[in-house]
């Protein structure tokens, strides 16, 4: 079993790959790195790698659900689901605000929005 600290490294091995790519493009990368530190980790209950992906999607989920719905589900707990299930639970989400973003624009093309 992996602890959050060696996924963390794992997770952050990917993201230089990806930044290396895209340097030798001469792209610009934003992306964000996890702490390896797992004293943070264990700060949150987030002790293996598996916990660390479940935490993770978590706040996907979160994000997502405050830009679709503009409030933050407060109400829920990284806990409740597998990162498989806070994954599709996203999705569904993502899905929602594609049906918005081609309603508005079908709205402003008709200049009702």
Known sequence: MTTASERARAINAELDA???AADALNGVV???RLTEDAAHW???SVNTGDEL???LAWEGYVDLHKEVRNIKPR???WRE???AEWDAAADDLASEL???AAEIS???SRGIY
Do not use: M, P, V
Request: glycine content about 4%; proline content about 0%.
């Open 18 to 20: 990806r930044i290396a």
């Open 30 to 32: 934003l992306i964000g």
């Open 42 to 44: 264990a700060a949150l």
């Open 53 to 55: 992906d479940q935490y």
């Open 75 to 77: 109400w829920t707990n």
């Open 81 to 83: 689901r597998t990162a």
């Open 98 to 100: 594609d049906e918005l």
């Open 106 to 108: 079908w709205e402003e």
